[in-house]
């Protein structure tokens, strides 16, 4: 019986599963094969030649830092060693292709290029369990891997400018780029709120621009004011060890320095650069653009010969043969203001502002080919013709990489929703973000061709970046809470075979990621684990029925309800739960034990609150709120978020709604909670009427006694009870945004998110 069953182990080949194998992004081809190879602190480090050294050295450290021991060098061949050979043959389109090959006897990564060895080794990484262990043994499974990356450009952003970090961690975020097999560090260096690079021939930019005198508290336009000097900027020295550090881990670094916009901290340390020298420029402490603040450069001889100074310092500084130079919300009205800027567009024959802008754009892009390099910008950059040779970082959705790619223009694709990583990765805004959401399985979906491109114009996509925008993120610990896991989703949708992606395998392997993410101790989100909450009506219309996912396995989730600051038990989650009176409603999710997770929500009854509910005109897609729905789901959003999922947005139109009560129902007061927020051209509605009806069909008008607007609310209160089932609310959009007022002249957003009667 015994032998038997050895024997038929021994026939039985332990193939290593495919699961095992954890890697992202995931490779191109990959064939598992039976057996496995010990790596510890004897295994040797085979390297031929000098173009394998940042992968080796990059192996070594990694080893030492995480497991504790590295390998020796050698240069000879022998059983049981890893090694890396590059064929240094550049074969156009094949940068950073490698073959990997693991057997019992070692590991050999060949790579195409020096890229491609780095590339090779960083998979060994992921062959690796991603837990030390004590005996310091590390057995990896025999596999073949034949692996190349599907995008020349994969991406990643960061701004310095809103909250300064250290080299120390923009190098360490560097290293999140390599270990995603990305290769490109878009460095956001000068904005309204800092400057923060070091140019010799300007020395005020950093003694004035890189500091300001406070910043804003909360989520914009903010509580109050600090008052707290904050500042900082990188030394010319500093830079070049940057780039450097990059540079040994196949990533470019491009500067970005942002004009003729967003140039306020340059207008502080030179007023003369302006279109309003004496008005006293200071370095910004709030957040965001549109015409409040004037930080547009004027486009005279002097900011030429300042901008040629500057690039020159930067071309010398990065070797990068992009050069980002922003040209992102240049507001037009200073230039209009501004005899000296129309007098620059009359010289040249300039027709509007936009021109003025192309103009301005094209001269730096002169100025920079004549350097041999090349003009990169935000897709603004368009408006007025685009620069013959200029890149086009495509982030108020596709349009602009779309519109640019039929000019026969490259393209990178940024779009804010998915690809802006400071936005919200959960529902439960545990902290200040911006706003907007965009999750890690929209990350993951995203598609950087637009479909709109065909095959050809297809090719004029050189890759996606994912942008980390600085205006909430002050610390590391919070850049790598937005930053991860959906970097990790990102580098899968720029390297792997499109037809590869597959959305729930990706989740098999993130659980290996999380580990990984444990192993390089950053502070990452465990939103994909969130306990996820869908708010319904309840069935027939009695109340309202709140339904609840997570992606944990063998979860148990405890609910509560406190009603007038008494709480009790609903017992444990089993489906969805129907809730009919106000309250606090409380789950926790547990897993092993312990807490990992909870959902908090108050409801508001009143007599509309999960009714049945028609909107005549939908709201505006890009704020859909949860449909009809929203407007009596019993939430009223009190977080001021514009972006929130829990508001519907009507851009120039009217909100017209009808409710059906179910029966007879008497009330004496209508109100609408809307958001008011003149600065984002949100604006309260100019009026509100309310009329009834008992068949739905022939409807009275209500006078409505209406007062001012208070706090969030408009309030119809009525003289006398009104007895209906069918009440229809019309609130009337502000219109046109009045002179004088931020966007003045377009329509008005109305933003609404709740109708009560009672
Ligand atoms: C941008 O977000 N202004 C490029």
Known sequence: MRRTIIYFNMLLPVFVSAQEISIIPLPAEMKTGKGRFSLSKYTVLLVRNG??????????????????????????????????????????????????????????????????????????????PAVKQSNATYSIPVVTIKDEPRFGYRGLHLDVSRHFLPVSYVKKYIDFIALHKMNYFHWHLTDDQGWRIEIKKYPKLTEVGAWRDGTIIGRYPGTGNDNIRYGGFYTQEQVREVVQYAADRFITVIPEIDMPGHSLAALTSYPQLGTAPESGYAVAQTWGINDRFNNVLNPTEYTFSFVEGVLDEVIGLFPSKYIHIGGDEASKRWWHESPS??????????????????????????????????????????????????????????????????????????????????????????????????????????????????????????????????????????????????????????????????????????????????????????????????????????????????KTKNPVINQYNTVNGDSHSLGKYTGPVTIKKSGLYHAELIVSGKKLGSFDQPFYFNKATGKSIRLVTEANTKYPGDGAFTLVNGIQNTKRLIRSTEFLGFLGTDCEATIDLGKETSFTNVSVHILEQPSSWIYAPSGFSVSYSTDGKQFNTINCNDGPIKKEWVICSIDKTIKARYVKVIIRNYGTIPTGSVGAGNKAWLFVDEITID
């Not at 580098?491 to 597959?502: D, Y």
Request: hydrophobic share 35%.
């Open 341 to 550: 800027s129309q007098k620059i567009m009359q010289d040249n024959g300039l027709k509007d502002e936009n021109e003025l802008q192309s103009y301005f754009v094209k001269r730096v892009e002169k100025f920079l080919n004549s350097k041999g390099r090349t003009l990169m910008g935000w897709d603004e950059i368009l408006e007025g013709g685009l620069a013959p040779n200029a890149i086009v970082m495509s982030w108020r959705g596709e349009k602009g990489g779309i519109a640019a790619a039929k000019e026969k223009h490259f393209v990178i694709l940024c779009p804010e929703d998915p690809l802006y990583l400071n936005h919200s990765q959960t529902r439960l805004e545990d902290s200040i973000t911006q706003g907007g959401y965009g999750p890690l399985e929209n990350v993951y979906k995203y598609e950087p061709i637009p479909k709109e491109l065909n095959e050809e114009e297809g090719k004029y996509v050189m890759g996606a970046q994912g942008n980390l925008w600085s205006e909430y993120i002050g610390t590391p610990s919070k850049a790598e809470y937005q930053l991860f896991p959906r970097l990790s989703a990102l580098s899968e949708i720029l390297w792997s075979p499109k037809a590869k992606r597959n959305w729930t395998d990706f989740e098999k392997r993130l659980l290996t990621q999380f580990k990984r993410y444990d192993l390089w101790k950053i502070n990452y989100s465990r939103s994909y684990f969130e306990l996820k909450a869908t708010v319904l009506p309840a069935p027939a219309y009695q109340g309202i029925s709140v339904r609840l996912e997570t």
């Open 51 to 128: 173009a394998d050294d940042p992968a080796a050295d990059f192996l070594n450290t990694y080893l030492e830092e995480y497991y504790g021991f590295k390998l020796k060098k050698v240069k000879q061949a022998s059983s049981g060693c890893i090694e890396l050979t590059t064929l240094q043959t550049l074969v156009p389109g094949k940068e950073g292709a490698y073959t990997l090959t693991v057997t019992p006897k070692g590991i050999a990564v060949m790579g195409q290029t020096a890229s491609g060895t780095f590339y090779g080794m960083q998979t060994i990484l992921q062959l690796l």
